[in-house]
């Protein structure tokens, strides 16, 4: 079966960095649509960004491009996402998402294997 496991979570203060991991098992995920998602306290769950890995083509929610990259490495069929200049409203769960074939959004109803998360915390 179709496994995500997110790593490299973590508290960090503002202006830290993290490089969270995504490890995809159980099919082949070369020509298939992974994205970040996360989910605040409150808050509904929204996309960070999204990566086609048979290209790769990638895109990116909001003003999130500046600080945050996505990536994919298909030896280890491993997406990455780099967030640099953390905030304290970038506290949130951070979820690994998946979906056969091209991308076609942010929405989580686009994504159909999910990981559990992995936690980020900013602050002082």
């Known amino acids: 079966q179709v496994q995500l496991v997110e790593s490299g979570g973590g508290s960090v203060q503002p202006g830290g960095s993290l490089r969270l991991s995504c490890q995809a098992s159980?099919?082949?995920?070369?020509?298939?649509?992974m994205a970040w998602f996360r989910q605040a306290p409150g808050m509904e769950r929204e996309g960070i960004a999204y990566?086609?890995?048979?290209?790769?083509?990638?895109n990116y929610a909001g003003s999130l491009k500046s600080h945050f990259t996505i990536s994919y490495d298909n030896v280890k069929n491993m997406v990455y996402l780099q967030m640099n200049a953390l905030q304290p409203e970038d506290t949130a769960m951070y979820y690994c998402?998946?979906?056969?074939?091209?991308?076609?959004?942010?929405?989580?109803?686009?994504?159909?294997?999910w990981g559990q998360g992995t936690q980020v915390t900013v602050s002082l």
């Open positions: 990566i086609y890995t048979g290209k790769p083509f990638t």
């Open positions: 998402a998946a979906d056969p074939g091209f991308c076609t959004g942010l929405e989580t109803s686009e994504y159909r294997h």
């Open positions: 159980g099919y082949n995920f070369s020509s298939d649509c």
